[in-house]
């Protein structure tokens, strides 16, 4: 299964910390990664078909300590499409003047809609096709970026329809909050004042928040299975969004499934 | 002045050699780099708002052998537009199932062209303006990917529009060719056998590419100013649009201004 990180932040967070909890799962996930940081509105957008466990580009990413306050990371273990560049999650478009980060982890049987509008794949998998038809139909639904109320309402009528096809986990972000949607495995913790340490699962690396951070500090973080072994992480439930901004959960709606 | 570097090969070459000779000059440009790599139709795309020099993102670039059949990069001396990451080229913008990346060398004064289809700036530089105009009339103007002649045709009747308002050297790929305009100063050079070996103009390393290369491979290198010493480099003529596929020039068309 592809492993989803996502972080929300309200001042600009490093990753290294999770995004190296990440890349430990990345033994049974040789099929690719990738990683994008907002910078305000600007973008940086790492990927690589190599495994992020021996991937230079990984390394950089863990060792490089970019402050972003929204970050969307995926490895891959490809179901759908072949392991090719084209491939890698997360992938990017712009709409309205902003650019929209996309991963997905699941798989859409048959969701094949009609793309009649100004976004097409590049690649062959099922998660892009699906974002495409997500950028199509926000495009129709406003003329300009909405406010993020409103595109978590449009999100919310959507989002079913792809959805009925399979499991649609997924992470997406204009810079301004980080959406995330759940229908089979997603969790995620808010990370603030008073900061604890905290261990990660998967390898024997723990960090003490509290050397790192002023005590305004506020990170949200998601990720498909907790990446933490001494933190209290949620799920998010099955056919919710929830919508991150400023660090914390602004919203969390049942879709119109 | 910014610098442009592109590169187009008949099989995947990395550009190591010549980006470290474009960095060199980074010290004047400190106001970001980007680079951007086509692996078929995948894309990885660098950017950093930090100078070249001494950029992290830079180093692993120069490093990592990235082998790739088209590259553009591009330093960035900021004369519109502030020092950010959404202003850093090479700008990237998905069409008709395709990646499209652009650099931009020069100033266009007052070119406001009305943006009424699906491409709009992220930042505020004229050169994405522009980018976001041209993708804009090549998706009225076809209905699917053209040919790189139908491409180059209809290239040579749009360069001139925004080439009226300042200087317009520019790098276009969309990952099966690689077009190059010069308005001011462009440079470039075919490789191919027999290889000799060439030393970087700014900096004191030298490349013998007979030992790196089969007879076979061919490699086209477009740059602002020569990138090396002892080779033959030629200008791209003022007003002039070069198409270059597969490591060789393959046309060589005056745009219709």
């Given amino acids: 299964m592809c492993q989803l990180l996502g972080m929300n932040a309200n001042t600009p967070t490093d990753v290294c910390f999770s995004f190296t909890g990440l890349a430990t799962r990345a033994d049974e996930h040789r099929d690719g990664f990738g990683i994008a940081f907002f910078e305000d509105k600007g973008l940086r957008h790492f990927v690589d078909h190599h495994g992020a466990r021996h991937s230079p580009v990984a390394e950089l ?62 690649g062959d998998t099922d998660s892009e096709r699906a974002f495409c038809w997500l950028m199509q139909e926000l495009a129709k639904a406003h003329a300009a970026v909405p406010s993020v109320a409103e595109l978590t309402h449009t999100l919310c009528e959507l ?13 997406l972000s204009n810079g301004q909050a980080l959406w995330a949607h759940g229908t089979t495995r997603l969790h995620w913790i808010v990370r603030q004042h008073p900061f604890g340490s905290a261990r990660l699962a998967d390898e024997d690396l723990s960090v003490d928040f509290a050397t790192q951070t002023a005590a305004s500090d506020r990170v949200a973080v998601i990720a498909t299975e907790p990446l933490t072994l001494d933190e209290p992480w949620l799920a998010v439930a099955p056919g919710v969004l929830q919508v991150f901004e400023g660090g914390r959960l602004s919203g969390s709606v049942p879709t119109g499934g």
């Fill in 159 to 171: 989002l079913p329809r792809p959805a009925a096809h399979g499991s649609f986990n997924l992470l």
């Fill in 61 to 122: 990413v863990k060792r490089y300590p970019i402050r972003s306050d929204n970050v969307i990371a995926h490895i891959r273990k490809a179901t759908q499409g072949r392991v090719a560049l084209e491939n890698t999650h997360p992938f990017v478009r712009e709409l309205w003047g902003r650019y929209w980060v996309f991963a997905h982890n699941g798989d859409l049987k048959g969701f094949m809609p009609r793309l009649h509008g100004a976004f097409r794949p590049v």
